[in-house]
Every structure is written in C-alpha cells, then in structure tokens.
Nanobody, 120 residues
Framework: VQLVESGGGLAQPGGSLRLSCAAS????????MSWYRQTPGQERELVAA???????????NYADSVKVRFTITRDNAKKTVFLQMNSLKPDDTAAYFC???????????WGKGTLVTVSS
C-alpha cells in the first residue's frame, strides 16, 4: 500500500497550491479519502474528506477553517485525490497528509506528508 503526496511548497499569502495523493496497493473506490494537516506540537487535524461513493455517496466535508477556500476532489480512475488550496493564509502552514480509510475492514493508511509553507 502506498499513498504518495506531492504539490507542497512555498506560497505567498493569498496564493494557491494543489496537492495530489497517488494511491496504490488497495481498491481505491472503496476507501474514504481525506487530507489532514499537522504543525509541530499540535495534533493532526482533518482538513477535508471525500467519502467513497460506494459507502456514503461521495459525501464531502471540510474543516470550518478551510471552507470556501479549499476543494477536495477524487479521480477514481487515476486513484488520486486532490486538494486545491486557494486564498492561502500563514495559518495554513503545515505538513499535509493523505489518509485512506475503509471502516468495514478497519483499514487505515497514511502517506508520508508534504510540507506547505505560506509566507511572504
């Protein structure tokens, strides 16, 4: 099983970045996919989630802090989940992690993360 994040980097306040998470080694369509973020000394927090269409009809949820600014999408054919981040703020600076979960089997996988820094 692999989840490989990419697309992180340095952005200016008000700028945009697009994160990608390429999945392999499991049946992607059955998994709920999420993006989490974490800063040093803090707990990992959920940023956005898109459910498997097979379990919850592809329901999407966002943290209040990123609603309107961030958009999560998934491409089941390419086994990839994306996080489009617009109107970035310095508070968005964090390591972003991709997560795949399937409650029926207790499967729960994590990527190694990609760093996003928002600074002028």
């Amino acid at each position: 099983v692999q989840l490989v994040e990419s697309g992180g980097g340095l952005a200016q306040p008000g700028g945009s970045l697009r994160l990608s998470c390429a999945a392999s080694g499991f049946t992607f369509i059955y998994y709920d996919m999420s993006w989490y973020r974490q800063t040093p000394g803090q707990e990992r927090e959920l940023v956005a989630a898109v459910a498997a269409i097979t379990s919850a009809g592809g329901r999407i949820n966002y943290a209040d802090s990123v609603k309107v600014r961030f958009t999560i999408t998934r491409d089941n054919a390419k086994k990839t989940v994306f996080l489009q981040m617009n109107s970035l703020k310095p508070d968005d600076t964090a390591a972003y992690f991709c997560n795949a979960r399937r409650d029926s089997t207790k499967a729960n996988y994590w990527g190694k993360g990609t760093l996003v820094t928002v600074s002028s």
